[in-house]
């Protein structure tokens, strides 16, 4: 298994600031997931980071609203950008599972909640 | 389009009753599929997985899921229900090449 630590855990936020999650896993990962989780909805995938290279973004998620660093295999930082209430989301940190590469197969963090007014 | 419908949005089950949640997915090819539940202020657990052979597989707590190919289904079922188990469950499915895909999920609440 893997553990997965985010920070914060929770904040609420003011319009149109940015703030930045951390996300640090306890082992060496390729990929880490940014997963959004918005009030009473489903995850949906943001980006994939992968360690020296440039994120990989969904469909409707772009990079000047959710940049992403990926300085090494165990740390990532997602920002959300010039808030608005409509960001107010959890927001997942998540990896694959040790040994299972490319099955789907993910660990979670706990979530950053974030309430934007 | 690739999707992964969960029917029920909420269930009541009384405590020490059985349990079935309902998960329907629409790939081209059978993907791969997950059960994950999330309680209150948590992350995601994962429950159980299906990849591929036995189609009634075993998860944590107490849960299974059985694959039905011809429904194009992957329910999830324990047989005796426990407070604890109050929380959103989530069905998934992944395929390789795209990313794994979430149901809206279903809110499990029990009553004593």
């Known amino acids: 298994s893997a553990v997965i630590s985010q920070k914060p855990s929770r904040d609420i936020c003011q319009r149109g600031t940015s703030l930045t999650i951390q996300c640090q896993v306890d082992?060496?990962?390729?990929?880490m997931f940014w997963y959004r989780q918005q009030p009473g909805q489903s995850l949906t995938l943001i980006a994939t980071?992968?360690?020296?290279?440039?994120?990989?973004?969904e469909s409707g998620f772009v990079i000047d609203k959710f940049p992403i660093s990926r300085p090494n295999l165990t740390f990532s930082t997602l920002t959300v950008s010039n808030m608005s209430p409509e960001d107010s989301s959890i927001y997942l940190c998540?990896?694959?599972?040790?040994?299972?590469?490319?099955?789907?197969?993910?660990?979670f963090g706990e979530g950053s909640r974030l309430t934007v007014l | 389009a690739q999707s992964v419908t969960q029917p029920d949005i909420h269930i009541t089950v009384s405590e020490g009753a059985s349990l079935e949640l309902r998960c329907n997915y629409s790939?081209?090819?059978?993907?791969?599929l997950f059960w994950y539940v999330q309680s209150p202020g948590q992350g995601l657990q994962l429950l159980l997985k299906?990849?591929?052979?036995?189609?009634l597989v075993q998860g944590i707590k107490g849960f299974e899921a059985e694959f039905k190919r011809s429904q194009s289904s992957f329910n999830l079922r324990k047989p005796s229900v426990h407070w604890s188990d109050a929380a959103e469950y989530f069905c998934?499915?992944?395929?390789?090449?795209?990313?794994?895909?979430f149901g809206k999920g279903t809110t499990l609440s029990v009553s004593s």
């Open positions: 998934a499915a992944y395929q390789a090449g795209t990313a794994l895909i």
């Open positions: 082992s060496q990962v390729t990929m």
């Open positions: 980071a992968n360690q020296g290279s440039e994120a990989t973004y």
């Open positions: 299906y990849f591929s052979g036995d189609t």
């Open positions: 790939y081209g090819a059978t993907p791969y």
């Open positions: 998540s990896v694959e599972a040790p040994g299972q590469t490319n099955t789907g197969e993910l660990f």
